[in-house]
């Protein structure tokens, strides 16, 4: 998926509008943020319905699927929706994954981020590590009393 966020062209000089790049960037960005709508969805296996109605829990105000439908699909001329980056947090709780989230991040704290997910799984590995040594290094308890007696003569 390509990473809109950090592809941004520089400001124009004061006095000056946004030029063809920074259009089309723009409309390349509200493409992508769609595109991850529509999958976070599809892959939580709920519907459009059933997501609107968690957020709308979450956020406590009406959040229809019409109104979903409406970020997801392509803009009509004069006719514009953004999904608010409030609602942000309740849209990845609600389909079970944080890809709108990440997608949002620069890419500095997305590798921060991916830095300490790494750091975490090593530690969780290397407690899985220590405890396989302890039980490799302790007396075998199972075994006790079960070996072969010798009879002295």
């Known amino acids: 998926m390509p990473d809109m966020a950090f592809t941004i062209p520089n400001l124009p000089p004061p006095g000056r509008k946004a030029c063809a790049d920074h259009r089309a960037w723009n409309v390349e960005a509200e493409r992508e943020v769609r595109k991850i709508l529509a999958d ?7 519907t459009r ?10 956020l406590d105000r009406d959040i229809s699927k019409s109104v979903l439908d ?12 953004r999904f608010p980056a409030a609602w942000v ?31 975490h799984e090593m530690g969780k590995l290397a407690i899985e590590v220590q405890d396989g040594i302890a039980r490799l290094s302790a007396p075998a308890q199972h075994n006790k009393g079960k070996g072969r007696h010798v009879r002295k003569a």
């Open 40 to 46: 976070a969805i599809k892959r939580s296996g709920k």
């Open 49 to 58: 319905a059933q997501v609107a109605h968690e957020m709308e829990i979450l």
């Open 70 to 81: 409406d970020f997801i699909r392509s803009p009509k001329a004069g006719r514009i929706v």
């Open 89 to 119: 947090p309740a849209f990845c709780q609600a389909v079970g994954n944080d890809s709108l989230q990440r997608h949002l991040l620069s890419e500095a704290l997305r590798s921060a981020l991916e830095l300490g997910e790494r750091v």
